[in-house]
Structure formats: structure tokens, C-alpha cells
């Protein structure tokens, strides 16, 4: 059965006639055209699909796109764009912060999380506020330093 | 290879290289792209990669550490071809010697006249041309290689625009999934297609023998569905052994046993191990690695299209040409009839489950001709579906002089196969679904490889100058589970046993670690970086095992005993109280020669390093009657980001001798280094992976 359901989604409302248990990471990725969060586990435990949900950085993997309400909902391609890259999304380059990339967007998502609450984030604060994220490529010391990076751009 | 298939001068001022390896996060295309553009004296922002192609690209696998070594001299040698070729052309067409000619950005000047590359040969192929007429440069003259150039394909992942095969969006495409058998063996015993073909937005639904998938317009329809055929589907069961017998299983086995020289397994009789007479001190010991995982982030994945009897796949295989070759096999096709384009995954380090996923699609798009369908695996297919890193098990035993000098080394190495990538086989295929058809075609029967540093053998053969030694290799046909390449091969059981036995001897013989394996080693380049490891670390010089509780180990390799040369060295804290083993921080060197990338090396080296430490402290699968257990990142655990070492790389670079690849160059020396640092700090001996807390407990209350 399908349902119209409103959604706000990097400042644009949409109305979409579609099955209210289908995960709100598939309606961003298939509906939407947001490709950025990607599926990782449909279980909460590897961060890649991780979008903003009134600033928290939540996985859309095992939400229903019925239980987001009127809340705003933010993907990387809401942060910056590829002309307009936001200071994390430097960073990330700057550093060379990825080898894959996969991992690369949940964990940006999660870093805008934690600066918002956190701007001057220590080694150990970064790794608790990403701990559920896996990279399996190793790069997490690099994406350590990217996010250290943006915390100063932004702090200046 | 001729100058027309790799590289391509476009009418706008761009040059396109046709690159058949591929981009798995390594950062090939930007390191080739990076020779090419040095060779022909082009800006780096000129440089387009076209991707392979099995219509468009040559014919390439990306495996081994190899493509920096074998796609890079390719693409050096075409563009100097190209550059000498328009540099004639050029005097040619302005009326002037080549030597009064210059190159600047593809700019060809006599200092008043000039004409471009683009001019003389935008569009237009070279034909065959003389083979090596160019004359590649003088490493002294590199500008653009020996940079730390950014990456071409980051931006676009970053920004997070489509990049994966994942992100694909084809016009009328539909959405796939597959339904698994319980275990390897199991076939379908009934299964009833009524309550997933009356759900929302099915198209198909597929029975093939024991393949079961389901195609729906919409991606959530397609998990519906699936999810109803998995319930109604009942099974014959055929179950598997439990990991808990995996070593004794192994060791078990009639094997086929091979003496390894050289690194070369050779036919004939293996001698037994005799200790010499000069013997004093003869040591043994036995090494453990379990099967690990890739365990891609991203589940497989791949889109095909079936149009007019042919067939088209995006895929995000390592072989384009290998795949489309196993397709044609698996599905009766010409291999004409199939395309294979690459399209970028998650990081694969090996041979995961993308090839299968292809065939997965390809299955069920012919189901509807002309509509593209994507199909992803979940999480489970991929955790218990991809072909492991096999377990292995090594024996060591050796022999030490009146001088502390090794005068006997013996390594008994004992796996199942490390060689399960597709290829065409007849009757047979490695492509996973083949089997499941009701005219199946069977895994073919793995054969041990004779090649040298192979997958089992894969540097069992220590770079050390022993006075004797015997290198054995066990080949155990019949593994329970699927297995094939994953990063490092046998290199990592391999190295993390003569690495951690080395350390066990320099005890025997009350030396340091460092200044024992130094006065092995003859190499100078294999001496350096290992000094260099340990100036990078600090290192305490002495005997090990007095660490109280927090401790330095080394681990050293040449991948394969001819490509990067790498140590390092872990510091790390041992609890002794909870047995759990704290990572401090890794100094890692290497050399891979001549440096194309310093930073994309690094990042080799690094992520080599932390994936390692994964599987040596966290990483076992496992599995039993009911079939493999591990089946998320619960149950299949990995190192996360509060447990990570900061690292730091020193590279040594050799400017004019040949590159050397590095992608697998770290995995072995990593578990050595670990388990060595445990004993100097704890005086445990760690040899079977992974390093849980319980095994360090254990190992604690037996001192």
C-alpha cells in the first residue's frame, strides 16, 4: 500500500506516493536522486548511510521513510556542492582522507554532527563520535586529520 | 602495446588514456595519469581516464601489485612513442629540425612558430607505429612523477555525486535481489512463487534449479518479494563442518606437497627436516591464521541488460576481460555477445563477490530483455557468500649455531587455494550462481599453482641468507568454504610466521630483533627499512620480553620477494588484567622504488597496515552445520575507529630504479609486528589469530 508522504530535504519539500515502510535511504537514493548516502548493512552498524535528521546524524538505512515527519532532513549533497564544496568536503580532499570513498559520505555527515555540537574536537572525541562508522580501507587517520582541518577553517 | 590503445589526443586539447586496470581506491588512474602526463609534457589537468571497457580498453586484470609495474612501463613507453612521434610531425610541419623544437603543455615551439599536439593528431589514430622508437625521460628530469598529485577520482566521491556501479540510474531499470541456498551444498526442495508475485511492482520472478531471485519495478519491492520467496523456500540440507576443528581439519586432509625454491614450488620428492651438526639450539613453533573476510562496505553489485542476444554488464570486477569471458562460458554465449564496463565499487582488496553479482544479474535480466536491472547483495550475501582469504597453518622449525647464527630453517606451509578468480573454464565456473542452475556448472577442482610466489607459497621463501633451508608447501584441495585472493595471498600467514619466529629465535639466541634479522640479511634496501622502522619508532635496542606491559615489535617483507619492501613497527600495551592489546602507534617504511605518488603510497601502506591489524586482533569467520555465522559486522567484527594507531610512514624513495607495487606489501609484516610487540611487553607468545582478549588471557595465566 502506498502513502503520500512530505518530506524536507536540503531545504526542498517533496510529495512522494510510495510504500511508507521503504527505507529512507532508498527514497533519497532511487527517488530523490541522492546518491551520496550509501548502503552499507541495513543494520545501524556501519555509518555509510548516515544522513541529517534536524542535525543529527542518523543512518537512513533502517528508518522508514514514514517516521521522519516533518523533520529536515540534510545529505552530503546538502552540505556543498561540487562547485561549492563545504570546508569539511576540503578537508576530506586536502587530506586525502579516502581511498575508496564509500565510507566517505556517512562519515562526513557524522563530522557535521559533531562540530555543530563540538567545534575544537580532540583525537578522542573525533574517534567516539565515529565509532560505529567502518572504513575498511584503513584510512581513519587521515579522515581524523580532515576533520581537525575543517574544525579550524570553520573556527577562523 | 600500440600507442592507439592506450592513448587517444582529442580535438579540444585533452588526452585520453584508455586505462583496462582499474581504480579500487589505490589510485592507479591518477598515478598512470601522472606518467603519462610527465612523458608527453602535458599539463595534469589535460589528462581524461577512460575506464575499462571490454569494447574500448586492452585486455588487463588488476591483481597482484602489478599494475603500477606492468600498466605504468605501458603507459611510460606509448606516450614517449606518441611525444617522439609529434615532435617529428611538428619538425615536419614547421619547416625545422626536431632539436630547435620545445614541448610546454602540449605546445610545440621552435621559439616563433608553434603548433599543438592536438593540431597534429586530434582524433586520429597513430596506426602501427616503430615499438619503442620514444625514449622515455630521465627520472632526474620527472616534474609531475615523485608528486604528491591529489587524487582525479576524489572529488566527485566527496562531493558525493554517482560514482559507484551502486549509484547507477539506467533508463526503465528495474531492481534485482537473489535468494541463497542455507549453505554451499543445500538444494531447493519446494518453494511457492504465490505470495511474493502478488506483491506491489513484481515483474519476475526466477527458478533456475536452486537460483531463486526476483525483479520488481521499485528497489523496496524487490526486498519485499525477496523477502517472501526466502520464507517459503525449504531446503535439502547439507551441512557444514563447524570452525571450531578449522586447524585440525586442515592438517587432516590429504594435501599435495611441493618443496618451494626459490620461491618456485619444484615436482619430485620433499626431503624431511634434518637439524645440521653446527646445531646448538634447534627451535619449533606453529602458526595459525583463520579465513578472513574482504568484507567490502558495500555489499556487490552490478547492472545488466540483455538486448538482442547480447549482453551488457556494469560491473565492478578487477577483470573486465576475465569476467565477460566467464559470463560468455556460464551463459553459452560468444564472448563477442557479452560487454563488460567497469564501473567503480567499494574497496575490494581481492577477489570478493564482485564477478558473482554480475552473473547474479545477468541471470535475471534476461528475464526482461531490454529493461537494465541493478541488482545489490545484502549485507549476508556478502558476508557469507564472497570467496575467503583461506586458513592456513605453517610449521617452523630451525636451528641456531655456536654464534647465534640460524644454520637450519624449515617452513611447513599448509592452505587451501588462494586461486578462485573467474575465467573461462569448460564444464566448470568459478562464477557462484553457475553452480545453482538445474544444468549446473560445478566449481572446477582447484590445482596447486606452480608459478613463483604463488598464492599458498606467496613468501614462504624468507629474503634471509640462511645457510640451509627447506620450504614446504601444503596443498589442501578440498576446502569447506569458498575461497580465492584476498590481499596479500599465503604472504600473510606466511610472513607473520617467519617474522614472529625470527623474533623467537633472536630470544634463543638473547639478541635484539632488529640487529638479528640485520645480521641475516644481505639486501641493502631490505636492511634500510627496517633500520628505518625502527629509528621512526624509537626503538629500545635489547633483548625482548622485559616490557612490563607495554612493548615494540618489528614485522618485515618484500612482497613476494621482488616487489615493495616494508617494515614495521608496532607499540602497543598488553592489559594484562583484561588480556585486551592496546595499539599504540605503527612506524611503517617503505621502498617501492622509484615513487610515482608519495602520498597515494602512503596511503597504501597505512591502510594496508590498520586493514591487517584488523584481522590480526578482531577477525575470524565463522561458521558451522547451519552454516557461516558470521553475517554483519557483529558478528564478523573489525577494528574501529577508537582502537586505531596513529601511524606514521617513512618512505624511501629510489628515483631511477623501477617502481614497485604496494598494495598488499603491508599485510604480512603487521600480524608480526603485533604479536612480537605482545611478548616484549607481556612475554606471551601469540600464534594463532586473531589476537582476541581471551587468547591473550589465556596465554597470560599459562606463564
Known amino acids: 500500500m502506498t502513502k503520500v508522504i512530505k518530506l524536507r530535504v536540503n531545504g526542498e519539500t517533496h510529495r512522494l506516493d510510495t510504500d511508507p515502510d521503504a527505507p529512507l535511504l532508498q527514497i533519497l537514493r532511487n527517488d530523490l536522486g541522492l546518491k551520496a548516502a550509501k548502503f552499507g548493512c541495513g543494520l545501524e552498524q556501519c555509518g555509510a548511510c548516515k544522513v541529517l535528521i534536524d542535525g543529527q546524524a542518523v ?21 556543498g556542492t561540487p562547485a561549492d564544496l563545504h570546508p569539511l568536503q576540503r578537508a576530506f580532499i586536502a587530506e586525502q582522507a579516502a581511498q575508496c570513498g564509500y565510507c566517505s559520505a556517512g562519515l562526513i555527515i557524522a563530522a557535521k554532527a559533531l562540530l555543530d555540537d563540538n567545534p575544537h574536537p580532540t583525537r578522542r572525541d573525533i574517534c567516539r563520535a565515529l565509532d560505529v562508522h567502518i572504513c575498511r580501507c584503513g584510512t581513519h587517520n587521515r579522515i581524523i586529520c580532515a576533520i581537525q582541518r575543517a574544525a579550524q577553517e570553520i573556527a577562523l | 602495446m600500440s600507442i592507439d590503445s592506450l592513448i587517444r589526443f582529442d580535438t579540444d586539447g585533452q588526452v585520453i588514456l584508455k586505462v583496462a586496470h582499474v581504480e579500487i581506491g589505490q589510485g592507479i588512474l591518477t598515478a598512470i595519469a601522472q606518467i603519462a602526463a610527465e612523458e608527453l609534457d602535458v599539463d595534469f589537468a589535460r589528462i581524461r581516464v577512460e575506464r575499462a571497457d571490454t569494447e574500448r580498453t586492452p585486455i588487463a586484470s588488476t591483481t597482484g601489485s602489478n599494475s603500477i609495474q606492468t600498466a605504468g612501463s605501458a603507459f611510460r613507453q606509448a606516450a614517449a612513442d606518441a611525444r617522439h612521434l609529434l615532435l617529428a610531425k611538428a619538425a615536419a610541419a614547421l619547416e625545422v629540425p626536431v632539436e630547435n623544437l620545445a614541448i610546454t ?70 531492481h534485482g535481489r537473489v535468494i541463497r541456498p542455507p549453505t554451499y551444498a543445500a538444494t531447493l526442495a519446494t518453494f511457492d512463487e504465490g505470495p511474493a508475485a502478488d506483491l506491489p511492482g513484481v515483474l519476475a520472478i526466477i527458478c533456475d534449479g536452486s537460483f531463486i531471485g526476483v525483479l520488481a519495478e521499485r528497489e523496496e519491492q524487490a526486498e519485499k518479494a525477496a523477502a517472501a520467496l526466502r520464507q ?85 570486477t578487477q577483470g573486465a576481460y576475465p569476467l565477460r569471458g566467464s559470463l560468455a562460458s556460464a551463459l553459452g554465449l560468444a564472448d563477442e555477445q557479452v560487454r563488460v564496463l567497469h564501473c567503480e565499487g567499494p574497496g575490494c582488496y581481492g577477489h570478493n563477490g564482485a564477478d558473482d553479482v554480475a552473473l547474479d544479474a545477468a541471470l535475471l535480466a534476461h528475464a526482461l530483455p531490454g529493461r537494465p536491472v541493478l541488482l545489490k547483495w545484502s549485507r549476508a550475501d556478502e558476508h557469507a557468500w564472497e570467496a575467503y582469504g583461506s586458513a592456513m597453518v605453517v610449521k617452523t622449525q630451525a636451528s641456531l649455531d655456536v654464534v647465534g647464527q640460524i644454520c637450519d630453517w624449515n617452513h611447513d606451509v599448509w592452505s587451501y587455494t588462494h586461486s578462485g578468480r573467474p575465467r573461462p573454464i569448460d564444464g566448470a565456473s568459478n562464477l557462484l550462481a553457475a553452480r545453482y542452475l538445474a544444468d549446473p556448472l560445478p566449481p572446477p577442482t582447484p590445482s596447486p599453482g606452480k608459478g613463483s610466489h604463488g598464492g599458498i607459497h606467496r613468501n614462504a621463501d624468507p629474503l634471509y641468507a640462511f645457510a640451509r633451508r627447506r620450504v614446504v608447501k601444503h596443498f589442501v584441495p ?187 606489501a603491508a599485510q604480512g609484516p603487521t600480524p608480526a609486528a603485533i604479536a612480537n610487540a605482545v611478548f616484549d611487553a607481556a612475554g606471551v607468545r601469540l600464534r594463532q589469530m586473531p589476537f582476541t582478549p581471551e587468547r591473550v588471557g589465556a596465554a597470560l595465566r599459562e606463564l
Open chain 2, 105 to 174: 603543455d602540449g605546445t610545440i615551439s621552435d621559439g616563433n612558430n608553434h603548433t599543438t599536439y592536438w593540431a597534429l593528431q586530434g582524433g586520429q589514430l597513430f596506426g602501427e607505429t616503430e615499438p619503442n622508437i620514444g625514449q622515455p625521460k630521465s627520472p632526474t628530469d620527472y616534474t609531475l612523477v615523485g608528486q604528491s598529485l591529489p587524487r582525479l577520482d576524489l572529488p566527485a566521491k566527496i562531493a558525493g555525486t554517482p560514482s559507484f556501479v551502486h549509484d547507477l540510474e539506467l533508463p526503465d531499470m528495474v
Open chain 1, 59 to 79: 543512518p537512513s538505512c533502517a528508518t522508514p521513510v514514514s517516521a521522519v515527519g516533518d523533520a529536515e532532513i540534510t545529505t552530503l549533497e546538502g552540505l
Open chain 2, 478 to 664: 578440498n576446502s569447506p568454504l569458498r575461497t580465492s585472493a584476498l590481499r596479500g595471498l599465503g604472504a600473510f600467514a606466511n610472513v607473520f610466521a617467519i617474522e614472529s619466529f625470527m623474533d623467537e629465535l633472536a630470544y634463543a639466541a638473547a639478541a635484539d630483533p632488529v640487529e638479528f634479522r640485520l645480521r641475516h640479511l644481505e639486501d641493502p634496501r631490505a636492511r634500510a627499512v627496517i633500520e628505518a622502522a625502527a629509528t621512526e619508532a624509537n626503538w629500545r635496542s635489547g633483548v625482548r620480553g622485559n616490557g612490563r606491559g607495554r612493548g615494540q615489535g618489528l614485522g618485515f617483507a618484500q612482497y613476494k620477494n621482488a616487489k615493495c619492501y616494508v617494515a614495521v613497527v608496532f607499540t602497543v600495551a598488553v592489559d594484562t588484567a583484561s588480556g585486551q592489546i592496546h595499539l599504540e602507534n605503527a612506524a611503517i617504511a617503505g621502498d617501492a622504488g622509484q615513487i610515482v605518488n608519495p602520498d597515494g603510497l602512503a596511503n597504501q601502506l597505512e591502510g594496508g597496515v590498520l586493514q591487517a591489524a584488523s584481522w590480526t586482533l578482531k577477525e575470524q569467520v565463522q561458521y558451522g552445520p547451519d552454516g557461516i555465522t558470521s553475517r554483519d559486522w557483529e558478528t564478523y567484527s573489525v577494528l574501529h575507529f577508537a582502537e586505531i594507531p596513529p601511524v606514521l610512514v617513512k618512505l624511501l624513495d629510489q628515483p631511477g630504479s623501477p617502481s614497485l607495487g604496494s598494495g598488499e
Open chain 2, 232 to 316: 517459503s523456500a525449504r531446503w535439502h540440507p547439507a551441512p557444514l563442518p563447524s570452525s571450531d576443528t578449522l586447524y585440525t581439519d586442515l592438517l587432516a586432509k590429504p594435501s599435495q606437497d611441493f618443496l618451494v625454491v626459490d620461491g618456485v614450488p619444484q615436482d619430485g620428492p620433499v626431503p624431511p627436516i634434518k637439524a645440521p651438526p653446527s646445531a646448538v639450539q634447534t627451535l619449533d613453533a606453529t602458526y595459525y591464521r583463520p579465513y578472513h573476510m574482504h568484507a567490502a562496505l558495500g555489499p556487490a553489485a552490478a547492472a545488466a541488460l540483455w538486448q538482442d542476444d547480447h549482453l551488457k554488464v556494469w560491473s565492478h
